[in-house]
């Protein structure tokens, strides 16, 4: 088995020995859904959201969103930087085995769990509160894969600096509530005030979660949100490459 493929499945049986990290992934979401869809007025239409009910097209997209932040500022960067304060990647680096290969690995891995917990969400939400799958599958495979390349990103970018796992926790926390917020997670971008919501749409997971939402109420996505996720991802991978600490 090649080295990264072998490295890729030990990480995948060391997540999947995390209660916490599996549960947070992948029942986390479930448990959110459940919340959100037992609200009576999120299941009637509502104008804001072009008639569509909240349940249909913004709530599931808020919770693709939250498990890709848990893992992207949660899960991975504790992990690298608790590999960092063991020694891990220093014997790794002076190893066959170049500790490139370990960053390869756990970007590998939560893509992969985001995968299972998405698939998961779409499967128990048409099934518990007749969600339908995203209208326009092939815009919201694109905001998917771009939206887990830019948060997993950002998220080695925290790695790339933290000292510390408590550091990294702490870092990732201060990040991720912030953006959620600017982002439209409890105050939909449309609602606001003033230039805030304009500002919301273009951080990272603002333009993650309009990507998301447009593409599974059947809406295009629009290119310039592509384009502003292709950007974050290049821009937050080439300075964690440049700036991450081994040791």
Known sequence: MPALAKMTYV?????LRDPASAIMTLAFPLFLMTIFGIIPGFRKPFDGFNGQAVIDTF???VVVLVVLSILALSVMPVYLATYRERGVLRRLSASPVHPVKLLAAQIAVNTLMAIAAV???VAFAGAAFDVSPPADLGGFLLAFVLGTTTLLSLGMLVAAFAPSSKAATAIGLILMFPLMFLAGVWTPVEML???LG???RATPM???LQALRDSWGGDPVQPWLLLLMAGYSVAFAAISAKYFRWE
């Open 119 to 121: 698939v998961l969400l």
């Open 59 to 61: 709530v599931p997209s």
């Open 198 to 200: 304009a500002v919301g």
């Open 193 to 195: 005030p003033g230039a």
């Open 11 to 15: 990480e995948a049986k060391l997540l």
């Open 206 to 208: 603002g333009a993650v």
